[in-house]
């Protein structure tokens, strides 16, 4: 719907533009199990991991300048080295490096393992899945040709990802995105534009718990997250009106508000994001072809309900590769 239905939500989030780093990540893993609260591990130094660092900082006695140096690294004890690629990673090991390591096979989308600097079972299996994806020795070592083979590959998913893993969603309403993700027109986007009248009811797009429900004063105006298993989450913005309140389940499906243009919105749409671990990634490879908005005609015209999918009710130790959100017709 062009311009009509442009959102800016991206200007009001700088900080989804900034490319995820693995030494952040560890940074942050470090700071949670020193017990301060650094947010969500996604490898961006945002607000709360800056706050976290300071305060580790000043705890410590050290110079509060919100820069993971040595001093800092070696106050954070075996969580704060050494740094990656000094040694071979295997099980058992543990420190900032294994950590990084964890972030960067998670990211990859060969995160089944923990994020908490310790070498485990999880973490073996995923540089185990890591090394037969990427054609290399399969060992279970993290050495230099793994880390070699996880970093050539970029952190930050691109409009091109391919997504990693059956994880799928159901499409939040059933017309066509106009705005995609990336940088369409020049400016960053964090997730798709639904062009949509006002009072359009959107649906969850799969099985989850509402995390957020409520007024977002960074730029999406009324919101909803749905927080899915694997690190996975669905955003929905610019809401004129919410149905839903946090700690709801919802599955594909279940109406959680009606389209507006509240917060950073020229006019009436749906602004989707898929987010994993905190990271706004492209949803399209992600998306069923099936909608989730109510009464959506499937082949054959008929209407069928969304049923959730038992393996999306598991745990949340499913193997990401054999498990989906949902699977809707
Ligand atoms: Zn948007």
Redesign the pocket.
């Known amino acids: 719907m062009g311009v009509a239905a442009a959102?800016s939500?991206s200007a009001a989030t700088p900080v989804a533009a900034r490319a995820a780093s693995a030494n952040v990540a560890a940074l942050q893993i470090a700071l949670a199990g020193a017990g301060l609260s650094p947010g969500p591990v996604d490898g961006i130094s945002g607000p709360q991991t800056q706050t976290a660092l300071q305060r580790f900082q000043a705890r410590r006695h050290l110079l509060v300048d919100g820069i993971a140096g040595a001093q800092t690294r070696r106050a954070l004890g075996r969580r704060g080295r050494p740094a990656l690629g000094h040694r071979p990673m295997r099980l058992g090991t543990r420190g900032w490096d294994v950590a990084a390591l964890q972030f960067l096979l998670r990211v990859r989308g060969y995160g089944s393992g923990g994020l908490d600097g310790g070498f485990g079972p999880g973490t073996l299996a995923a540089v185990q899945r890591f090394q037969q994806a990427a054609g290399l020795t399969v060992d279970g070592i993290a050495g230099p040709s793994t880390l070699a083979a996880l970093r050539r590959l970029q952190v930050t998913p691109t409009p091109t990802a391919t997504a990693s893993g059956p994880v799928r969603f159901l499409r939040p309403v059933s017309v066509a995105f106009t705005?995609g993700f990336g940088y369409p027109g020049g400016r960053r986007?964090t997730?798709?534009?639904y062009p949509l009248p006002y009072g359009a009811p959107v649906a969850a797009t799969g099985v989850g718990v509402v995390a957020f429900a409520g007024w977002n004063s960074g730029g999406y105006g009324n919101l909803v997250v749905v927080r899915h298993r694997l690190g996975f989450e669905t955003w929905y913005?610019h809401l004129s009106s919410i149905t839903t309140s946090v700690g709801a389940s919802v599955s594909g499906g279940t109406v959680i508000g009606h389209v507006g243009s509240t917060g950073h919105s020229t006019g009436p749409h749906l602004?989707f994001e898929v987010r994993q671990f905190g990271t706004p990634i492209d949803p399209v490879p992600y998306l069923l072809t099936a909608s989730a908005a109510r009464n959506v005609p499937v082949a054959g015209g008929a209407a069928a309900p969304c049923r959730p999918n038992a393996d999306a009710r598991q745990t949340q130790d499913t193997d990401p590769l054999v498990a989906r959100i949902d699977r809707c017709p």
Do not use: R
């Open positions: 959102c939500v705005d986007h997730g798709l534009d913005a602004h």
